[in-house]
Antibody
Framework: EVQLVESGGGLVKPGGSLRLSCAASGFSIGSYCMNWVRQAPGKGLEWVAS????????YYTDSVKGRFTISRDIAKNSLYLQMNGLRTEDTAIYYC??????????????WGQGTLVTVSS | QSALTQPPSASGSPGQSVTISCTGT?????????VSWFQQHPGKAPRLMIFEVTKRPSGVPDRFSGSKSGNTASLTVSGLQAEDEADYYC??????????FGGGTKLTVL
């Protein structure tokens, strides 16, 4: 059974850093494109970042480029999101999601339960 | 990249059909066959219902179907059931390695 479990969320001051983790089981993250998607409280979904399976290429939404870094540890079967220079508008539930295929697209077929990041002074 | 446009709300009675639209531009919805739809119940993670405009993942009832015409994609839910009441989001590839979501539609089963 595919499972994704996020951790690492919490309260951080503006300008601070956090590292989110997503532990995967039931499949190998090296075989699928993996993603982070966020949802601000009471708002809609926003794609944040993706990492493709075969090449390891990374992709980011414009608002996080240069501040966030998506990475993976295939041996640990875990996905990460390093978030630096956090802003109040980054406050959201962050979801880890797996693609149906190895390639980069929007077929997010399995999701974690999410981890809440709150950026506030 | 601008968000795709969805109606804030939609509704239908049990057994009826309802269609939710997702309007973009020729740079996203109209330019690629990479439109997905997600269902989200309150307090839960989203669930993939449709990908690549018309494909259903395993386990999704065939009451859910997707289509596209020009710059507008649509999700149709036939034979509405109480458990279909949820928020629905569309997503499209938008070129230059970007993905963009719609603002979401709250579906109410009357």
């Amino acid at each position: 059974e595919v499972q994704l479990v996020e951790s690492g969320g919490g309260l951080v001051k503006p300008g601070g850093s956090l590292r989110l983790s997503c532990a995967a089981s039931g499949f190998s993250i090296g075989s699928y494109c993996m993603n982070w998607v966020r949802q601000a409280p009471g708002k809609g979904l926003e794609w944040v970042a993706s990492i493709s399976s075969t090449t390891g290429y990374t992709y980011y939404t414009d608002s996080v480029k240069g501040r966030f870094t998506i990475s993976r540890d295939i041996a640990k079967n875990s996905l990460y999101l390093q978030m630096n220079g956090l802003r109040t508008e980054d406050t959201a539930i962050y979801y880890c999601a797996k693609n149906i295929y190895s390639g980069y697209d929007n077929s997010f077929d399995h999701w974690g339960q999410g981890t809440l990041v709150t950026v506030s002074s | 990249q601008s968000a795709l446009t969805q109606p804030p709300s939609a509704s239908g009675s049990p057994g009826q059909s309802v269609t939710i639209s997702c309007t973009g531009t020729s740079s996203d919805v109209g330019g690629y066959n990479y439109v997905s739809w997600f269902q989200q119940h309150p307090g839960k993670a989203p669930r993939l219902m449709i990908f690549e405009v018309t494909k259903r993942p395993s386990g999704v009832p065939d009451r859910f179907s997707g289509s596209k015409s020009g710059n507008t994609a649509s999700l149709t839910v036939s034979g509405l059931q109480a458990e279909d009441e949820a928020d629905y989001y569309c997503n499209s590839y938008a070129g230059s390695n970007n993905l963009v979501f719609g603002g979401g539609t709250k579906l109410t089963v009357l």
